[in-house]
């Protein structure tokens, strides 16, 4: 499941933002498996993904804040952070 937020760091590269996923809704795009299902045994990989500077092209920049892959022919993406989260944890 893939629930892009698609947000630009400020100057010092840094962001503040947040994401719902509710349970047995679909939220943005579903990778692999049926999505979030079952909240409370749920196991939720979160993973911060760069796609490169803010492209000056609008067309590159719309790819880059709401695909996955947007812009990494261009600039090369990358996962800086990820995070394991899991329920009763």
Do not use: K
Not at 17 to 43: Q, S, W
Not at 49 to 55: D, E, I, L, Q
């Amino acid at each position: 499941m893939w629930t892009g937020v698609g947000l630009i760091a400020d100057e010092d590269g840094e962001l503040e933002f947040e994401a719902l996923v509710i349970e047995n809704e679909p939220a943005g795009e579903i990778v692999t498996g049926p999505g979030l299902t079952d909240m409370d045994n749920a196991e939720i990989h979160l993973f911060v993904r760069s796609h490169g500077p803010a492209s000056d092209d609008p067309e590159v920049m719309e790819a880059q804040l709401s695909q996955l892959m947007g812009g990494c022919d261009i600039y090369g993406c990358g996962v800086p952070q990820y995070a394991v989260l899991v329920a009763g944890d």
